[in-house]
């Protein structure tokens, strides 16, 4: 079940990105280990930048640039279940020199189960923090409702 979309709301733009629980997400008793709730939101994430034409291993091979995380606050609020549909949600709030953050939530039916918020670091082969590469500040623009004077969205 890899189901992508867009929408928007006055504020920004949500991408949604679907998957399914299956068994290997699950303990023993049915219900979604914590660790797996980031695994869903760096799929949902990696799904937001794609849509946009921003490719990880273009980034690695073209520009020897990869993103990585540099902080990560997670809530844990109800537990997903084994056969779940859940949907990663992810808005781009802050586009940094060379950060973006991103608040993110998986839901089921509508039901917020954890929410995010999530800082991403370019950095470069050495290890360092780098600027974000123009086509991908260009094309993050649209999604954020980039401000270019304040280096935040208007989320």
Known sequence: MHETNWTSTAAAFIHRHSLRVYIEDTDSGG??????????????????????????AEMIAADHLVLAVRRCEVDYLLPAK??????????VTK????????????????????????????INAAGRA???PDRM????????LWDAGSETATA
Do not use: P
């Open 137 to 144: 500040r260009q094309a993050l623009q649209g999604i954020a």
């Open 130 to 132: 780098t600027r974000l």
């Open 95 to 122: 586009i940094g020199g060379a950060s973006l953050t991103l608040a993110q939530r998986i839901c089921r039916d509508g039901v917020e189960l954890v929410t995010l918020v999530v800082i991403i670091v370019c």
């Open 82 to 91: 084994l056969d779940d549909a859940l949907v990663v949600e992810s808005q």
């Open 31 to 56: 219900i979604v280990y914590y660790a797996n709730y980031l695994r869903y939101a760096e799929r949902g994430r990696t799904e937001m930048l794609r849509s946009v034409g921003i490719s990880h």
